[in-house]
């Protein structure tokens, strides 16, 4: 039968495509670019360059986290307000601590507690005044911005406790530093998370049908405040370990986070429509970023070519898992 | 008029591996009202789609006027005079009636859309069902400020808009009243007389007979025959359509026992639909609610159930209760199939076993014992008779009537002692519903007390104590008894007090 | 004749403000210029009017091709750095000594680089099905590496006589003058009214108010989302001419930090970030209301650590008013 021949004769790819998780895909993927890398730049492919994408991978991916949380819940949910709360977070734990280790989880409480607050009204916006997320997002990341000229007036005075730098970026347990460790952790979290609480499972309901989700007695306006205000305390999170790596602070530390933690969800395959996914996928889609990022600087790659291979991958990567439905059956 | 002749033999289509027509034929000719006819899955709409152009078939033959066709696009059929209406509406929510009819055929003057006549043409189309519309539906007016049998309407206007050689009624009565139907059946009388073709794919066996000069039928996604209207019997055709008959046995049920426990009770409930709703229903009874579509049917179901604002009294259980979100009525173990599947009941690209859990994951803990909510959703899918390649299979993947199935096992898993139905038999085909029926059966015996709408009269009559007719927001005549005749149900239906 | 349940009944005033979400804008617009001149005695005469007007020029043209993206349900993140790209090219060809022949053809290239850019975006829509959002995010990357690529430096000069044509306002008698900007806003609201009559206004709305019906009624759904991108390149481009006409010289992260901007000012001018509903005239009045707000911070008497949190605060309210009122309604009902 036609039919039948027409279906055996579909590309290998799309059937390898359609058998593997996207986020087997991803990693694959991340593995396969970082062996390629060792026969382009000589020297790349060593254990010291892997540990060290890695623990670049890793801020990356705590910073995706609650990105991955938004991009599921739905309703063209994003969140850009995560690079500004990345800097905040980092500025206020600089300026908290000082340098004083006692400081340390004070510090954390408080970064938490302002990134849930941020985010929930990030949430409100979007639950209750029914605003798009790209919007009210957009809008509370120069407010936090904002907020963060307001209070520092530039000074950024403070300093980083020692113990940060050693305990997250520096090798900790063999060579592998406390960020991955910690990174794992958060996997191991977040996939109790999505996989294992109401909340999460609530979650993937919410982001295909929130009248179906509604009417089977899900909350659904509190389960997107609460989702928005995860998001924002993760991302206030992720400036707190990020400041653990480069010991000091900026104004536009975390801006050049925003748009790769969106990429890294995409590309580990969670779906941007919402209600599909996982975090496995978004530690994958870091990976990915990071050995492409690093391969190019290895490569010496001048920052034009930089920017031009960087859009081709992501498009590349975008077309073998991230097509849409077709109109016309 | 030229003859006009469409045929199709052998189409084939499949989904991603799924089979959704295997051998699809079909002979349309100008001045017929064919009728399509098939359980739900066995392929009407697939064929119905390769007529207009939207779906592709893999292989087979279309003809037209002897010579070989192949539409590539909605537009290629079109412009071989073929439009349809959909079942699924095909409206676009912001713009307005006129913009909607015209869109893609737009008149225009100097090469520009001339609003002044598509609102001139737009308004001789509406007059086709002049006195069957509310007044604000105008050309002007938006699609989203439209009830639904106007959508309906406007969809048939849009399609006819095309001046179109043949017409297809995809479910076309679905939203509409006895009266905008006898219009339409009166046009489409007309049509036929000017040799129009027409083919009409409905589930009302009642319509068929009313209008159609043959049907063709389709199971499994094979055409299995074709009859003569004038020479079948609505029998021969349900046993066509299914093999093994058995559709809906009639047994007139006795009254409820009036010392059971009322379960609801209900005092001036309104809505901005409903006008002030009284009603009672008792553990054991199967309550049963009528009348024309859209007289406040749904938003009553929604209003008990806590999804829409409401002001009156509600008494469940004996207890003063007034439900502000689904979850306080699911917490009184009040349950309500919605009545659209897809977009009320469930989550479509999720898994089966996650789709019956949904509304109960919070009784299994934290972490999620997933083990122990998988054994309760395999009884659950077992004892329904589920159709499914496992547990873990996507929903979309399930036939209409084991989707539904689906819908109402997510219910059944929390052991409701009110169950709320909005029309959950819409678009089932004929087995799944006699499985349906005698679920319902099973469910009043065990003392569950339940409140049912459907638009097909005949389930209201075979399966209901009591049947409650509603208009215009309120219940207009209460029915049982010697007095729950069909005839009875349908005058009161028409607001006509006897 | 039966009485079917009742319709969704509307106050007119209500109706006016849904069909025409930009009046509400038009509101705050006005609001906004008061509050302005105030502050700026001579904010409405033709110096500093022609100032204003014209630096948000380039702004202009982004949210009106971002509003075409936007209307037929995509959006476009690539304009900025499109604009970048493009004003790259002209400053690099259009040299002090450029002929009017040679900027002629300056401008050529820089549409064919830039439709060439709204193409791959389009490609990427709809014919490899991508998500909107990702694709012009992704397409963003090589269109800046262009830009740098072309112009690795902010450097080039225009000849004076072009960039004095523009910068100044049109003499058109000894005593009356007009800035060129308004004169550009006229042309490009008349070209807007003209798009109302025409059938692609119709497929546009049609295919972002709902593709599926849009397709089966025979609309093209994917050549109308393809045609937005070229829009909405083509109007980068647009911008990029006004920006290089405006200071003189090119830069190639010139777009860097105007692309979110261009979707604010179209939601600002009331455009459905969903699809099916807005126009260009409401994402005019949604940049005039960015500029000015920052207009009127800079003459307010604040601190400068101060204004991006001022700044931030009045667009998130201007951005969160719609929503309000929606809450309010819903509480009253």
């Known amino acids: 039968m036609t039919a039948l021949t027409n279906k055996d004769s579909r590309s290998t790819l799309k059937r390898i495509q359609s058998r593997l998780p996207p986020p087997l895909v991803a990693l694959i993927l991340a593995v396969l670019l970082f062996l390629i890398g060792g026969l382009l730049a000589p020297g790349f492919a060593n254990v010291n360059q892997a540990v060290n994408i890695v623990r670049l991978a890793a801020f990356l991916g705590i910073i995706a986290a609650g990105q991955t949380l938004v991009i599921i819940s739905g309703g063209e949910g994003i969140d850009l307000s995560v690079g500004a709360l990345v800097t905040l977070g980092a500025i206020l734990t600089y300026r908290i601590t000082d340098g004083d280790e006692a400081l340390i989880l004070p510090a954390l409480g408080v970064i938490l507690l302002v990134g849930l607050l941020i985010g929930l009204l990030n949430g409100i916006g979007v639950a209750l005044l029914r605003m798009p997320p790209l919007v009210i997002t957009l809008g509370m990341a120069g407010v936090v911005t904002g907020l963060i000229y307001f209070v520092t007036r530039g000074q950024l005075i403070g300093d980083t406790p020692p113990a940060m730098g050693t305990l997250l970026s520096s090798a900790l347990i063999g060579p592998i530093p406390g960020v991955v460790i910690l990174w794992l952790l958060l996997g191991a979290g977040m996939w109790l998370l999505l996989e294992r609480t109401q909340y999460g499972k609530q979650l993937f309901a919410v982001g295909i049908n929130r009248t179906a989700a509604r009417l089977s007695g899900v909350r659904v306006n509190l389960v997107v405040m609460l989702t928005y205000g995860l998001s924002g305390m993760l991302a206030a999170f992720g400036g707190f370990v990020l400041l653990g790596f480069t010991q000091t602070v900026f104004l536009n530390l975390g801006q050049p986070f925003l748009f790769p933690s969106i990429a890294a969800v995409v590309v580990g395959g969670t779906v941007l429509a919402g209600g599909k996914g996982s975090y496995w996928g978004t530690i994958a889609g870091a990976l990915v970023l990071q050995v492409i990022n690093s391969l190019l600087l290895a490569l010496r790659v001048e920052e034009a070519f930089q920017l031009i291979i960087l859009g081709v991958i992501l498009l590349v990567l975008l077309t073998m898992y991230g097509r849409q439905r077709s109109v016309r059956q | 008029m030229t003859s006009f002749r469409l045929t199709v033999e052998k189409a084939v289509k499949t989904y991603g591996g799924v089979t959704a027509l295997a051998d699809g034929n079909l002979d349309v000719q100008a001045g017929t009202v064919t009728a399509l006819l098939g359980a739900n899955g066995s392929g009407k709409s697939t064929l119905s789609k390769i007529l207009t152009g939207v779906v592709s078939p893999n292989s087979g033959s279309i003809t037209l006027n002897g010579a070989p066709m192949r539409f590539a696009s909605p537009q290629a059929a079109r412009q071989a005079g073929i439009s349809a209406v959909y079942q699924e509406l095909s409206l676009i929510p912001d713009l307005t009636v006129a913009e909607n009819i015209w869109l893609a055929h737009e008149p225009l003057k100097n090469g520009f859309v001339s609003r002044t006549l598509m609102r001139q043409r737009t308004q001789s189309l509406l007059d086709l069902f002049a006195g069957l519309y509310n007044r604000h539906l105008t050309p002007d007016a938006l699609i989203t400020d439209l009830t639904p049998d106007e959508r309906q309407l406007v969809e048939i206007l849009k399609a006819l808009s095309f001046d179109p050689r043949l017409i297809i009624l995809d479910e076309a009565t679905a939203s509409l009243d006895g009266q905008q139907v006898n219009r339409l059946f009166e046009l489409v009388t007309q049509w036929k007389a000017n040799g129009m073709a027409i083919v009409m794919v409905s589930h009302r066996m009642e319509e068929i007979f009313r209008i159609a000069d043959k049907a063709s039928v389709l199971r499994n996604g094979r055409t299995v025959g074709e009859r003569v209207i004038a020479e079948t019997s609505e029998r021969e055709l349900v046993e066509l359509m299914i093999e093994g008959a058995g559709a809906l046995h009639r047994e007139r049920a006795p009254l409820v026992d009036p010392a059971n426990p009322v379960r609801l009770e209900v005092r001036g409930l309104k809505t901005s639909v409903l006008h002030g709703v009284d009603l009672t229903v008792r553990d054991g009874e199967l309550l049963g609610l009528g009348g024309l579509q859209g007289q406040g049917q749904s938003d009553l179901l929604m209003a008990l159930f806590g999804a829409i604002r409401s002001t009156g009294q509600m008494i469940v259980s004996g207890e003063a209760r007034h439900f502000r979100h689904p979850r306080q009525a699911m917490a009184a173990d009040v349950a309500l199939v919605p009545g659209d599947r897809g977009s009320e009941g469930l989550l479509l690209i999720r898994s089966i076993f996650e789709n019956l859990i949904l509304p109960s994951w919070g009784s299994y803990g934290t972490p999620i014992r997933v083990a122990r909510a998988r054994e309760k959703g395999a009884v659950i899918a077992e004892e329904l008779k589920m159709v499914m390649s496992s547990l873990d299979a996507p929903v979309n993947s399930l036939s209409g009537g084991n989707a539904q199935k689906v819908v109402i096992g997510k219910w059944l898993l929390r052991a409701p002692k009110l169950l709320l139905l909005n029309d959950p038999t819409k678009g089932i085909d004929v087995g799944a519903k006699a499985e349906f029926y005698s679920l319902l059966r099973q469910l009043r015996d065990r003392g569950t007390a339940i409140l049912f709408y459907s638009s097909d009269d005949d389930e209201l009559l075979g399966l209901c104590n009591r049947v409650l007719v509603m208009h215009d927001g309120r219940v207009s005549t209460e029915l049982f008894g010697d007095r729950l005749t069909h005839e009875q149900l349908v005058s009161a239906s028409m607001g006509t007090p006897s | ?333």
Do not use: C, H
């Open chain 3, 1 to 333: 004749m039966t009485t079917i349940s009742a319709p969704k009944t509307r106050s007119p005033i209500g109706r006016t403000f849904s069909r025409n979400p930009f009046l509400l804008s038009l509101i705050l617009l006005i609001i906004m210029i008061v509050i302005n001149r105030a502050l700026q005695d001579n904010m409405l005469e033709i110096g500093p009017l022609n100032g204003t007007l014209r630096t948000m020029m380039p702004a202009i043209f982004l949210a009106i091709g971002q509003t075409f993206v936007v209307i037929a349900g995509g959006v476009d993140l690539s304009v900025g750095s499109i604009l970048s790209m493009t004003n790259a090219i002209l400053a690099v060809m259009i040299t002090q000594e450029a002929t009017a022949d040679q900027a002629l053809v300056a401008i050529l290239v820089a549409l064919a680089a830039g439709l060439g850019a709204g193409a791959l975006n389009g490609f990427g829509v709809t014919v490899l099905r991508l998500q909107p959002i990702v694709t012009t995010y992704a397409t963003s990357f090589i269109f800046a590496g262009i830009a740098l690529r072309i112009l690795p430096e902010p450097g080039g000069r225009l000849p004076r006589d072009l960039t004095s044509f523009y910068r100044n306002p049109l003499q058109l008698s000894e005593s009356f003058a007009i800035p060129l900007s308004l004169i550009l806003i006229t042309l490009l609201v008349i070209f807007w009214l003209v798009l109302s009559r025409t059938r692609f206004k119709q497929f546009l709305f049609a295919t972002g108010g709902n593709a599926d019906a849009a397709y089966t009624t025979g609309v093209r759904v994917s050549r109308v989302k393809f045609t937005t991108y070229l829009l909405s390149a083509l109007f980068a481009t647009l911008g990029a001419l006004a920006l290089t006409l405006g200071t003189g010289t090119g830069n190639p992260r010139a777009g860097e930090l105007m692309t979110l901007p261009s979707v604010v000012a179209v939601v600002l001018g009331g455009t459905r970030l969903a699809g099916g509903q807005g126009n260009i005239i409401g994402s005019i009045i949604g940049v005039l209301i960015l500029g000015l707000i920052g207009n009127i911070i800079s003459f307010g008497d604040l601190d400068s650590w101060v204004r991006p949190l001022v700044d931030a605060l009045i667009i998130i309210a201007a951005l969160a008013i719609p929503g309000v009122i929606g809450l309010v309604r819903r509480l009253n009902q």
